[in-house]
């Protein structure tokens, strides 16, 4: 069975105080592991997709990595605004997504 | 560009009553469909995903059903609800053959 499990479940940091995420996975056959970000109250915005071990993708002051159990959300002299929830994902050949449970970042000034 | 759309933001509904949440996609054809549920502290729950009108496929058993009675659109429904029903619905999309998921704002249902 595929299992998503994230941590640490919530990370506090202090503004430009560079810090990592943990996904590990166990799955049959990779389709996609994706890394969303979710604001209070608002449904959960894309940031990447990766699909092959090795693989990195960057945006901004995140940057995402790819083994064959695990994955990272790096982030890069957090600012305020970076503050919010971060979930994971597996996807299926339908598309459907298994989320970890998310870890809750909070940047402070 | 592709837009979702869910409505509405908010509901409260006494135990009991019926349910209806709406979800619309613009901008794509043969979309794929899918209902999730956010309970208070938890992750993402799939419930129901569609890979076509009429076409609906239950991913766990509960008081909830879904229908897909044109291509962009998806309806959540409950005859009558319970306390365990409250919650942060999403609906999202993907496209055919494609496995990113794009989610709308939610509708956060409280049932008292």
């Known amino acids: 069975e595929d299992q998503v499990t994230q941590s640490p479940e919530a990370l ?5 105080e560079s810090s990592s995420l943990n996904c590990s ?4 056959g990779l389709r996609g592991l ?3 970000r979710q604001d209070p109250g608002k449904g959960p915005e894309f940031l990447f997709t990766l699909y092959s071990a ?3 993708k960057e945006k901004e002051r995140l940057k995402a990595t790819l083994t064959k159990k695990e994955s990272f959300l790096h982030i890069t002299a957090p600012k305020p605004e970076d503050s ?3 979930l994971c994902a597996l996807s299926d050949s339908w598309g459907k997504l298994q989320f ?3 870890t809750q970042v909070v940047v402070t000034p | 560009s592709q837009t979702i759309h869910q409505w509405p933001a908010t509901l409260v509904q006494p135990v009991g009553s019926p349910l209806s949440l709406e979800c619309t996609v613009e901008g794509t ?3 794929n469909l899918y209902w999730y549920r956010q309970a208070a502290g938890r992750g993402l729950q799939l419930l129901f995903y569609s890979v076509g ?3 609906i496929s239950s991913e766990v058993p509960q008081n909830l059903s879904a229908s897909r009675p044109q291509d962009r659109q998806f309806i959540l429904s409950s005859k009558k609800l319970l306390l365990s029903d409250s919650g942060f619905y999403l609906c999202a999309w993907s496209p055919r053959g494609g496995f990113v998921g794009y989610f709308g704002a939610g509708t956060r249902l409280s049932v008292l």
């Open chain 1, 12 to 16: 506090r940091l202090q503004e430009g």
């Open chain 1, 25 to 28: 996975y166990t799955v049959s």
């Open chain 1, 34 to 36: 994706f890394w969303y």
């Open chain 1, 54 to 56: 090795g693989e990195e």
């Open chain 1, 84 to 86: 919010a929830t971060y």
């Open chain 1, 100 to 102: 970890g449970a998310g």
């Open chain 2, 29 to 31: 054809s043969n979309p």
């Open chain 2, 53 to 55: 009108i009429g076409q």
